[in-house]
Nanobody, 120 residues
């Protein structure tokens, strides 16, 4: 059984910063890709950033230069440092991990979602 727990969301002023974290626990053998998605009201869920096992990263155009994704393999954790936030970043953020369990089953797992609100 695998569980992903997110933390770090909240209310922040425009131009401010937040750091999101997501830790996986359970019967984990290895984790391939870790990523962050977000969904704003009335919009589809979109990929914000992802990072591979070898630290290759990918970002949505809207967050390039402002957000940084990183992973700690020893702790099975993925982080998202968000800087120079704008109202357009307001959304529920979900972490995602493509992992292989000790039972040799590979599939995606999702966090519960954490609200990020950027407002003055």
């Amino acid at each position: 059984q695998v569980q992903l727990v997110e933390s770090g969301g909240g209310l922040v002023q425009p131009g401010g910063s937040l750091r999101l974290s997501c830790a996986a626990s359970g019967s984990i053998f290895s984790i391939n890709v870790m990523g962050w998605y977000r969904q704003a009201p009335g919009k589809q869920r979109e990929l914000v950033a992802s990072v591979t096992k070898t630290d290759s990263t990918q970002y949505a155009d809207s967050v390039k230069g402002r957000f940084t994704i990183s992973r700690d393999n020893a702790k099975n954790t993925v982080n998202l440092q968000m800087n120079r936030l704008t109202a357009e970043d307001t959304a529920v953020y979900y972490c995602n991990m493509d992992l292989l369990s000790t039972g040799w089953v590979r599939r995606d797992y999702w966090g519960q979602g954490t609200q990020v609100t950027v407002s003055a």
